[in-house]
């Protein structure tokens, strides 16, 4: 296998080759087939991009279609015939049955751009520069929205302080019988705690990359109300929890709250293109013409395939009750897996939502065995967390159960084998 | 034309659905038609996007090959067949005839996020935090790439004042007679100039956003030594300008220097597709795996079309000529038309090179009717400049003199008619 | 009484001529008069300023001995015989008895500027640029040392963010049972919590300015043990808790510990000179010669009295005890009052250490109307907290009994006055 | 002599007694005496902080009859008798003459302290928070006026990036025939320039600490009026060259402009006490009470001596006629040593204004080597400039005659010495 190439020519920031050091093909659905023609099944999904599978065969033909018939690949922010039927089919589909009035913004079609603009908007509505966001927290890497998460390695890369942001302690940061919104009120209501008054929080529902850690529907609502009763902006970052993930589309319709700004991107497109949306409450749009701009914001290809993704999965909502059996399943494997890791003295424990699932096995070495483990039996799976404690399974949302029970098989004999040493 | 339902669900935020005002739907080459069948040839071409056309079919059919086949569309920054083979071709027709033994840094898909990159590892590389930026420079809007933009639009929106980044004046900012680097280098050699001594300086050699500033090749190499010889690098952000705008792959052949890093975007997929890259120096590359990450970092089907579009147009210097011709073309014409404006009393003037061109009208009312007036005719034409006082022509590389020709005489007539008043 | 022309010429960001609307004229020891002769007993003493009281007779001679005698009154950093024998004194009687082996570093004579001084070396030392503060921390307002700040008043007004240090809740901070030092803990040792791994820590023993809030021995002493633990270093600010206001020289020597730096002013000079102090572990003096200057550094004057005011008081251990015991006398007092508050149905409370005593009454304007009509009846005293709602008592170390005794008194009379309606 | 206990005691930060190794005791107008009786003459002044000279008998004797009677010596911002002494004596005889209706602000006794005090003011009134500094501008080292300080030295060391601030070059930076402030003027007015939009300009008539360059009177007309036509706030820092240094009280009379604020200290006490004074148009006195504080902030007997020193230097303009006769011989004495130095094939110039005066060397050590062989002739005199190559001439303002030829005479001594070589 020639991968001493792409080490010649690549630069060492590259990170997933270096788990699944192999070169890939193609890939269809759960599955991916390296180019010597070894398959996977694919617990990753592109960090949650994936959630209807790789080149996902009922939105492939449209994707095929437009492409063939020179629609608009590439217009800046101009109004496209595929740009309106995206907007419409999100309107009705997702908007309107959830009661929710938002305005779009397509920013530059990638995540952290979605949440920039976000923080902006926040800011230039409320005259306030700070923005709150929490332990754990990953929002992006670009400057803005690299001050709002909370990861070192990428912080201690920037060469200058992050500016603009200050961290409070996530639900459950401070362990059982805290509640960490206690802190977070009277640090707002103090005058004198350091803590400037914020243009908004910005919040994950299910942190992806901080490991899983899963607020509950209490914390949210209440962090929610806090911040209703205090003209303080509730972002909520669904980038990589939003699009089904949690068993619902966005991750917060679970607390049954509206965020005054969603970010959205990942799998947003369906097909894994580049793709990212700010919704913000209609009233919040006061943007002048062009104040946010990027060459690729509204990528004409990912609006096709995100909205027949829409068409296909959101009219109904057995998509999000197949979600939600299937995070059952994992769930309940996941619990053994952790079962059979503390009876041979480890410290593991499930968590997660829908099909966004952990297993915190307490050990970033311990983890790291257990996914390389599973690789080598034919799993592509991940961990998260800040010492990569957790092994994340993010697998497609399409998944079939027959895929689904091999992967956690694979997983489960992993463990099995680090447990027998 | 439904556009009342665009104006009720999209951020106000949108911009050039203002200058064109109505519903795309088709393209190719430098044709664009709206869903009514209107046609329009478009010297736009996504601010610099689309050099080798709309929908490209040298480009077309390998893209469509990819998706047929279930290649990796999302594989985060997976080794993929696509990838190889872009990093390949790359190689063998730009890099190594070129003498520039550079890594390649796959950031997220846009423009921003190579700068962002190549801020970072150049901060990382130095210890030192400062980049030099110029005036009228634009290198994109996320907050770091913003604190070396100029434009006050983006910067006073930012909410926080723009960290890391110190303004020095471009070549020509000062007037005939003043070689700017004078009062660079005395900055630089001077430590109580309140100049921090920079890691980097950023620079396009052709400013597209700021109006079509061209530096000269003097100019560009004597900076060039400036840093050289301070052992501060030299980033060329050849985002707008690269994939053989000026004539030339990279733009800044023109001056026969070899940057440290280069920043490339908008062009590098051949069909509109997101796609970024940083390349840098060999020796520059200590990044520590995963210290700068992104979802769609190494989106596969813009390197499918990016390698298609290298062995189409790059493997001879026929493309380079034929720009270089071309853009003689538009040199011309656009010199008649500053004559025609400045018998009418205005004040304008041609700048630029190869198919970056500018006409600068001294006046954005001015430049915003004659641009309108050329829309009218079927011709879809931006302005740039720090007050939008500058006609541009990004028309594609590869448009036909007839369509070329056709489009400066919409322009000519829009001229015409202004002076007429 | 002419205050109209104080109202005509000062700005408006004058306060305690607010609260205390005369001219006063002369003051010894523990009292104030007014140019009409009208005599106060004095609680506030310069805000901790002046521990000795005002015009100190033992001092005041060898000022104006110093003063006649034509000796350096302004030498920048000279060495000067005065600085010699302040130098030589503090060592002996203040640093060689507590095993302090420190460097003196003599700033700009003022607390905030020792505190900047402070920071600065701390970054450079460790090459990180993060401070960890606490709420309700006051460090000063010039913008380096406000970043540590926790105040609104003046964090809102600075015009930018604040930048280079993150808050954490001080002792006591998130009610009873919580021992806030275990999210200090997690958060330093977790790399995502969005704490950037610090160069120091700042605090102080009891905050003046914040409330009269007072770290237990215990949690100091395991704040000082995390610090040792991981390589950050320990700045206690005892420029408001130092020099003997807490019944020793130094506020933390109580809890046994030996930061690594200190900063110290307010009653340094023991006169009321402007004068400042920043103290450094010997290894931690890599300053290059000039790195850190000001004018005023190095005052000579306050140098004099400051060696006489450590000879005067500090060769035994007589006038500690004497400061513990009329703290004692102040606690029994405060802890009445707040007796009386409660019966009326308020929520009062009193804390401190030594001299650095507060009646907690829970609400702003009760605790203005508490000092106003002390004030009326001869005594001035301050509040302090968040929202001005603790009562602190600063009284002159050197207050007799009789004086300490009458202000009580007429504290206790305006609080029964407020407590009767 | 024993200096070793400094070198054990005193942080190495210390600069001045490196150039002076030696322990001052006594001084007395431009005489200071070392504990063994060794004379020198003061060309230093206390880097300008002694106009009047050391320990000015005229001054010496209020301000012990106030130490004698118990004056308020420290009482924070109260209203005081030495205060409205010092306020009304300042109006009368220095803002009234001269038309300027300023309200005053008494910042901690610092210049630094006045300068960040003055920034803040104008971000305050103005919203913007860009303040227009210039190369090789001094204005303080605490962090909020370091962003306006040019000098790497104190930037380097800041451990941040300095924020809030952005440099443009000074008059004469570009060399003979470049007004700078065609550059200002240009990116003020240029949406694209980089400058953010400033709040004010902070500017020195002579720059001390930059090495004497010193603004026409025709560029700083024309700053000032670029800055009133643009709402633009114009500060002047008259810190050092303030208090008649230059032949006026504010070295900004020579231009005829009236600055929007004023910042003062250095010289203002007279007696080389500190003391800060920020003076404002009476109508940008936004401030809210206590939105700036500082304990030492109106120093007493600073007052005292300010009042004394007005009252005996400034009731006509016969001081302002004599520093301009002393700066004539300077200024003729300095033209013959560089006419020396050229001779000799060095590049040596005079400039400066009043007793504000530097020999340009163009080389620090050659500067170093003058110096110092002054100080073995007596003189105590330093350099200032970005590599320490101007000689400057500090001394105070009330030299006889006989002492500044003498000093003048030691310091032509030496330059003959260093060019015999």
Chains 1, 2, 3, 4 share one sequence.
């Not at 010597?36 to 999904?45: C, R, S």
């Amino acid at each position: 296998m020639d991968t001493q190439f792409f080490e010649h020519i690549e630069s060492e920031v590259r990170t997933y080759s270096r788990s699944f050091p192999t070169i890939f093909d193609q890939a269809r659905g759960a599955k991916l087939w390296t180019t010597n023609g070894t398959e996977y099944i694919d617990f990753l999904a592109g960090a949650g991009t994936l959630n209807y599978g790789h080149n996902n065969p009922n939105l492939k033909g449209k994707l095929l279609e437009y492409i063939e018939h020179d629609g608009i690949v590439h217009g800046l922010d101009f109004w496209t015939d595929a740009k309106q039927d995206f907007y419409r089919t999100l309107e009705r589909l997702i908007l309107e049955p959830r009661g929710l009035d938002y305005k779009i913004q397509l920013p530059g079609p990638t995540g952290t751009n979605a949440v920039e603009a976000a923080i902006r908007l926040a800011r230039k509505v409320t005259g306030r520069h700070n923005i709150l966001s929490f332990t754990n927290g990953f929002h992006g890497v670009t400057m803005g929205a690299l001050a709002t998460t909370g990861n070192a390695k990428f912080r201690n890369n920037l060469g200058v302080p992050a500016v603009g942001a200050q961290f409070m302690p996530y639900d459950g940061y401070m362990g059982e019988g805290v509640d960490t919104l206690d802190y977070v009120e009277k640090a707002l209501d103090d005058g004198s705690s350091g803590l400037d008054y914020p243009a908004a929080v910005i919040v994950e529902v299910v942190q992806g990359e901080g490991g899983i850690n899963t607020a509950s529907n209490a914390w949210l609502k209440r962090l929610y109300d806090i911040c209703k009763q205090r003209d303080i902006l509730f972002i909520a970052d669904d980038i990589q929890a939003g699009c089904g993930r949690t068993g619902k589309f966005f991750s917060f319709e679970h607390a049954g709250i509206k965020p005054d700004m969603v970010t959205n991107s990942k799998s947003l497109s369906g097909y894994g293109l580049p793709f990212a949306m700010l919704l913000m409450r209609r009233d919040l749009d006061i943007w002048q013409p062009g104040q946010y701009n990027g060459t690729f914001r509204g990528h004409n290809l990912a609006m096709v395939t995100a909205a027949e993704a829409l068409r296909q999965y959101w009219r109904t909502d057995e998509f999000e009750r197949e979600v939600q059996r299937k995070g059952e399943i994992v769930r309940e494997r996941f619990a053994q897996m952790a079962e059979t890791l503390n009876q041979a003295g480890h410290n593991a424990s499930e968590r997660g939502r829908g099909l966004m699932r952990g297993l915190d096995v307490d050990d970033g070495a311990l983890a790291d065995r257990i996914t390389h483990g599973a690789f080598e039996r034919g799993l592509v799976i991940e961990t998260s967390g800040q010492a990569g404690e957790v092994v994340k399974c993010l697998c497609p949302l399409t998944i079939t159960d027959e895929e689904l029970n091999t992967g956690l098989d694979m997983l489960e004999a992993s463990v099995r084998e680090v447990v027998a040493g």
